[in-house]
């Protein structure tokens, strides 16, 4: 069963006032797996070592729309959803 | 049963110890129960900050899980050795990426990635 997700969340898109019609334009949305879609939500909301030890939503959160764009495809291709 | 401190704890206990969080955050990432695997990350912090506290940095001690039969114990432990030995370390990262084994395989691959651009800096 396939699921939409978004390469760039809206959590914190307030603090760095990315504009809604990003965050749901059709260039911000990929179609995978639920699976796929539990996979990379999870790792999103887990503490990590690279991200200070907080989340990678908690890092993301006052960062560019760049840098949220950046993560949000290496997530995507890292967990083989995108080829590279 | 009391807690112990960690500081009071033999180096194989702490391993012991690292290994049994491992396994409960894998079983926790696979009930979708990620808060608990929060707090588990934070437990696992504190015995790797134990650890690096001690004489030669005991950090090494953790080498011994690179071939545990968990996924998710075998990448904390190559994480926590990055700035210790890093060309195995970075080897067992590698493998788990490899592996294709979902989550372990992309928090590897992720992980890798912020190595190689040079984002992520082991201490």
């Known amino acids: ?84 | 049963m009391k807690k112990r401190l960690l500081n009071e704890m033999q180096t194989n206990e702490l391993v012991d110890a690292y290994a049994q969080i491992g396994m409960l955050q894998y079983s926790a990432l696979d009930d979708g129960k990620i808060s608990k695997y929060n707090r588990l990350y934070d437990e696992k912090v504190a015995i790797e900050d134990e650890m690096k506290l001690r004489p030669g940095d005991e950090r090494r001690a953790l080498m011994v899980l690179y071939s545990y039969p968990n996924m998710q114990v075998r990448l904390n432990a190559a994480t926590a050795t990055l700035a210790v030995e890093p060309q195995a370390a970075r080897r067992l990262l590698e493998e788990i990426y490899a592996s294709d084994w979902p989550p372990q395989a992309g928090a590897a691959g992720m992980r890798l990635r912020r190595l190689d651009d040079g984002t992520f800096k082991p201490k």
């Open chain 1, 1 to 84: 069963m396939q699921s939409d997700v978004r390469p760039v969340c809206q959590a914190g898109s307030k603090i760095t006032r990315i504009p809604r019609e990003m965050i749901e334009g059709p260039e911000n949305l990929v179609r995978i797996s639920r699976l796929k879609r539990w996979e990379i939500t999870a790792w999103y909301q887990s503490k990590n070592a690279e991200y200070d030890g907080l989340s990678p939503r908690g890092f993301l959160k006052d960062k560019s729309w760049a840098e949220r764009q950046r993560v949000g495809l290496e997530a995507l291709i890292d967990h083989g959803v995108l080829k590279p």
